[in-house]
């Protein structure tokens, strides 16, 4: 089983702090997705990353592959509340056919 | 807008019913999929589905069956609903697994209470 760790497990910060989040694995993936999930919602797709090394923006949030594709991170700027929701990491596709999603990061953006 | 719905947003049922969860989505999707999501136990896979009248057990199928009898509904079915079933259940749907990187699309959730 190709394990996806997902830390910290959970954050509070206040409104306008920075924060990164860590997805690491001891495998390599051809490709790896963020979800966010709010609460009594079901997950949302925020990005997709490829290629090793590569970093995708969407507006305050900066997403980064590892080089060796065994990790990502998410750093959100400036953070909000509405920025506030479960973060999840996971992959798709593969011979198996099975999804594998860490256990998520649970962030807390207090006003 | 594409969509995947769920039939129920909040269920409750007695243990031993039989449960009924059912999912449909409007996006042509070859591939569906049933999750339960338990606080620090993330989204674990029950049952999935890669065309009509096919399934494949997930990571924990024991207590769970599945239906798939036309391409736009994936049913989940408790044979005998227990309390340790008590969960928040997700459906998803994805066009193509083999490509990798293809959107996997989730439904709102049903939280289910056994009682």
């Known amino acids: 089983t190709q394990l996806l760790e997902q830390s910290p497990q959970f954050l509070s910060i206040q409104e306008g702090e920075n924060l990164t989040v860590y997805c690491n694995s001891s495998?390599?993936?051809?490709?790896l997705q963020w979800y966010r999930q709010e609460p009594g919602e079901g997950p949302v797709l925020l990005v997709t990353?490829?290629?090793?090394?590569e970093v995708k923006k969407l507006k305050r949030l900066t997403f980064q592959f590892g080089d060796a594709r065994k990790d990502s991170s998410l750093h959100i700027t400036a953070a909000q509340p509405g920025d506030t929701g479960l973060y999840l990491c996971?992959?798709?596709?593969?011979?198996?056919?099975?999804?594998?999603f860490g256990k998520g990061t649970l962030l807390t953006v207090n006003p | 807008d594409v969509k995947v719905t769920q039939s129920s947003r909040y269920l409750v049922k007695r243990t031993g019913e039989k449960v009924f969860l059912e999912c449909v989505q409007d996006?042509?999707?070859?591939?569906m999929f049933w999750y339960r999501q338990d606080p620090g136990l993330g989204l674990r896979l029950i049952y999935f589905?890669?065309?009509?009248?096919?399934?494949e057990k997930g990571d924990i199928p024991e207590g769970y069956s599945v239906s798939r009898e036309k391409k736009e509904r994936f049913s989940l079915i408790l044979e005998s609903a227990s309390t340790n079933q008590t969960s928040m259940y997700l459906c998803?749907?994805?066009?193509?697994?083999?490509?990798?990187?293809?959107?996997?699309?989730f439904g709102p959730g049903t939280r289910l209470t056994v009682l």
């Open positions: 996971g992959r798709s596709g593969g011979s198996n056919y099975k999804l594998t």
């Open positions: 495998s390599v993936f051809s490709s």
């Open positions: 990353v490829v290629t090793g090394g």
């Open positions: 996006m042509d999707h070859e591939n």
């Open positions: 589905s890669y065309d009509v009248k096919m399934k």
């Open positions: 998803a749907s994805i066009s193509d697994l083999l490509a990798g990187y293809n959107e996997q699309f």
